[in-house]
């Protein structure tokens, strides 16, 4: 980076990612372009990134902690499961096309909106939370296959992690979205470290760009906690309609 508003443009694009991530997901697609717009090598924009969503994460999780709303211990055990997949994710080569892989992703994109938008709504008295015993093991043994999908490339893992937690262990959608950012936070730190070992980050810029997500993570947290699950569903459906579209017809 060498002009100065390229530090204004990374902490402004970083609020936005920051905030839309905490509350929905799969606002990568706007920030990995950006870091390579401003000259990152793919490789490098990706493992960049994660400074950025380890910051952005953790402020999240302190965020909804400051509200009370917490879902410990069941997020620590989803979290270490996907930490391990992370490292088979962020490890993996795969040599495929990457106008495939958007479309691919767009299509599932679609299948989450209509997901989102059919499924009969879980009645509150239904809303009991399945976090122990069977629900608990198959979270695990799900939550370490999406490990290696967040290790890996990490856009759109958190519209996968709402529906999984929303509909398998019926939690509502706040606290859906506090384990969320804890589970990321956690897989984050082992997709980071093999990144920085292969010397594909670039600390300075993702700790700019760590400033705005951390800030907007904060703000996100405090404010989908007071506005509830509706608010949060709106923001989900629009996030991910924005998603399809954009990696159906354009590049990451």
């Given amino acids: 980076m060498e ?3 390229h530090y204004i443009l990374l902490i402004v694009v970083g609020f936005v990612v920051g905030f839309i991530n905490t509350i929905a997901g799969g606002a990568s697609v706007i920030s990995l372009p950006i870091l390579i717009f401003l000259g990152l090598p793919p490789n490098v924009a990706n493992g960049t990134n ?13 965020g909804f902690k400051s509200k009370g709303v917490s879902t410990f211990p069941f997020n620590i055990y989803l979290g270490i499961s996907a930490l391990f997949g992370a490292i088979i994710g ?3 080569a795969v040599d495929i096309d990457g106008d495939l892989f958007n479309k691919i992703l767009a299509i ?3 299948g989450i909106i209509f997901v989102i ?3 009969p709504k879980i009645k509150a008295e239904e809303l009991i939370e ?5 629900h608990l093991w198959l979270g695990i043994l799900i939550f370490f296959v999406l490990g290696i999908y967040g290790g890996f490339i990490n856009i ?8 999984i937690l929303h ?3 019926h939690m509502s959608l706040v606290r859906v979205n506090a384990t969320k950012v804890t589970v990321v936070f956690i897989y984050t730190i082992s997709a980071l470290v093999v990144f920085a070992l292969n010397d594909d980050v670039n600390w300075k810029v993702g700790l700019i760009l760590a400033i705005g997500n951390g800030s907007g993570a904060w703000v996100s947290s405090r404010v989908s906690v007071g506005k509830g699950d509706g608010y949060v569903k709106k923001v989900l459906i629009i996030m991910v309609i924005v998603m399809a579209v954009k990696l159906w017809f354009f590049k990451v």
């Fill in 117 to 119: 938008s059919f499924m």
């Fill in 90 to 92: 962020a490890k993996i």
């Fill in 50 to 62: 994660r400074i950025a969503i380890l910051v952005q994460t953790a402020m999240a999780t302190a």
């Fill in 130 to 134: 399945r976090t122990t015993g069977k």
């Fill in 3 to 5: 002009e100065w508003w």
């Fill in 108 to 110: 599932i994109m679609v």
């Fill in 167 to 169: 509909f398998l262990n």
């Fill in 156 to 163: 759109g893992i958190g519209f996968m992690i709402i529906l």
